[in-house]
């Protein structure tokens, strides 16, 4: 049995190496559906694997980090790097290619980090994140893909680094997550 929670939010990138010029080449912003897949292990006495209100506060501070952000590859040219972070106040510099595909695999890994040793989630583990960028188009990323070399390898979300902005807001959400 699995069990979903949606979040939206408001994100732009460009995606290097697209083979869409207007992808590659240009900056621009996709309202984000991100839907987070949990598996229910077991019910509780009163037929219920997680608190809906506790799942949505655990994974809103993972979600929040990416609302307005501007998703940015450690591998663009520097001066692209640069001239963002100079005109942008929240951004996130991920150690991969913010593809829907990436930003799905993301997404989960953060996942991961907000439920753990949440008590009250003890019913349930993330499974899945299905990410839409489009309307007629998502990316879903499974555990198995977070580590896989075909996937771009282990991401580590240590090697992200948040815009002095969302420098607190990503401290607490690290600090709470343990
Ligand atoms: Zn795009």
């Not at 732009?12 to 559906?33: E, F, L, N, T």
């Not at 019913?123 to 994140?129: A, K, Q, R």
Request: aromatic share 10%.
């Amino acid at each position: 049995m699995l069990v979903r929670k949606v979040f939206c939010f408001e994100g732009a990138h460009i995606v290097r190496g697209s083979v869409s010029k207007k992808c590659a080449m240009s900056i621009h912003g996709h309202s984000y559906r991100a839907e987070f897949l949990f598996k229910c292990l077991r019910l509780d006495e009163a037929g219920i694997s997680a608190d809906f209100t506790i799942l949505k506060s655990a994974l809103q501070q993972a979600v929040s980090l990416f609302d307005h952000t501007l998703l940015i590859w450690r591998g663009d040219k520097a001066e692209y790097i640069e001239a963002m972070k100079s005109h942008s106040d929240q951004y996130i510099i991920l150690p991969v290619n913010p593809s829907a595909e990436q930003i799905a695999r993301a997404l989960l890994a953060f996942a991961l980090i907000a439920t753990s040793g949440v008590k009250e989630l003890g019913n349930v583990e993330p499974f899945s994140v299905i990410l839409h960028e489009t309307k007629t188009g998502y990316a879903q990323a499974f555990l198995e893909d977070l580590g896989d070399p075909n996937m771009g390898g282990a991401l580590n979300i240590k090697d992200f680094e948040f815009s002095p902005s969302l420098r607190e807001d990503a401290a607490n959400f690290f600090a709470n997550a343990t």
